[in-house]
Structures are given as C-alpha cells and as structure tokens.
C-alpha cells in the first residue's frame, strides 16, 4: 500500500487545508453535517460509504478539530458529530463547490440541488473574493506573499 503524503507540516494553508479535509469523503461528511446529520448511522445511509472508511474519515475530522462528538440529543447512550467553530468555517468552502459543480458539470436545465437561503427561499448570490477596499478580484488580481 502507497503510503499517503502528508502536508500537515506545510507553509502552505491550501496544501494544509487539503491534508485536514481534501479527501472527497471528508467533505462530503461536512457537507450533510450542515444538512443536519449527526449521528453514524446518518451519514452511513446518506453517503453509501464502507463502515470501516466512513469511521476513520469521522476519527479524522474530530482530530482535525472539524467535528466534535457530543452525547445523542435523545438521551441515549450514543454519541453525535457536531460541527466545530471551525468546522462551521468551512460553510464558504462547501458553497464555493457547490457553486462551481453548478456552473461546469451540469448541462443546461439537467436536474441538481440547489442551495437556498432558509428565510426567503431564493438561491444564493454568486460567491465573489474581494479586496480589502472591496473591489471584485480574480486569480490574476492576486499574488502569494511568502511569510517568514
């Protein structure tokens, strides 16, 4: 088996990012966590992913800080997943996919789900980075300032 490249060490927040939550299970367990699943189970049924697999990317998220486990809200014996505060940080990230998913792989008027506001029922605005002064920015508006 090849053993995984780890970035944990890197100076590098994207590479950084990516050893934390780059694995596609990863997200998609982020993912229905905002939809308000909690529990194993849950995410079992909602992913179809292996048991064995779906534990460790759980394990893995709770030692990255993304989720926490918390007694059930039924008063059973059973543990729930939480999203952290800094879970809860990856709200953006999961949009920006979403949005680029909607935009390049989905063919004009082919069926998706859409992500709405709760309050008004109407989709979201484009995710947009701006500037400090807030002006719209694209890739070749930015550069890498190395720290340090």
């Given at each position: 088996?090849?053993?995984?490249?780890?970035?944990?060490?890197?100076?590098?927040?994207?590479?950084?990012?990516?050893?934390?939550?780059?694995?596609?299970?990863?997200?998609?367990?982020?993912?229905?966590?905002?939809?308000?699943?909690?529990?194993?189970?849950?995410?079992?049924?909602?992913?179809?992913?292996?048991?064995?697999?779906?534990?460790?990317?759980?394990?893995?998220l709770?030692?990255?800080?993304?989720?926490?486990?918390?007694?059930?809200?039924?008063?059973?014996?059973?543990?729930?997943?939480?999203?952290?505060p800094?879970?809860?940080?990856?709200?953006p990230?999961?949009?920006?996919?979403?949005?680029?998913?909607?935009?390049?792989?989905?063919?004009?008027?082919?069926?998706?789900?859409?992500?709405?506001?709760?309050?008004?029922?109407?989709p979201?605005?484009?995710?947009?980075?701006?500037?400090?002064?807030?002006?719209?920015?694209?890739?070749?508006?930015?550069?890498?300032?190395?720290?340090?």
């Open positions: 088996m090849v053993e995984r490249t780890r970035f944990d060490d890197s100076d590098c927040p994207v590479a950084r990012s990516v050893d934390a939550i780059g694995d596609w299970w990863s997200l998609l367990i982020v993912r229905d966590a905002f939809d308000g699943s909690r529990r194993f189970g849950e995410f079992q049924r909602g992913l179809g992913v292996a048991k064995n697999i779906l534990a460790a990317r759980l394990r893995s709770v030692a990255a800080g993304v989720l926490d486990t918390v007694p059930a809200s039924d008063g059973s014996a059973y543990r729930e997943y939480v999203l952290t800094r879970g809860r940080g990856l709200f990230v999961i949009v920006a996919l979403r949005q680029w998913g909607e935009q390049n792989l989905f063919a004009p008027g082919e069926p998706h789900s859409e992500l709405v506001d709760r309050g008004q029922g109407l979201l605005r484009a995710l947009e980075v701006r500037a400090a002064d807030g002006r719209r920015l694209d890739a070749d508006d930015t550069t890498v300032n190395k720290l340090g």
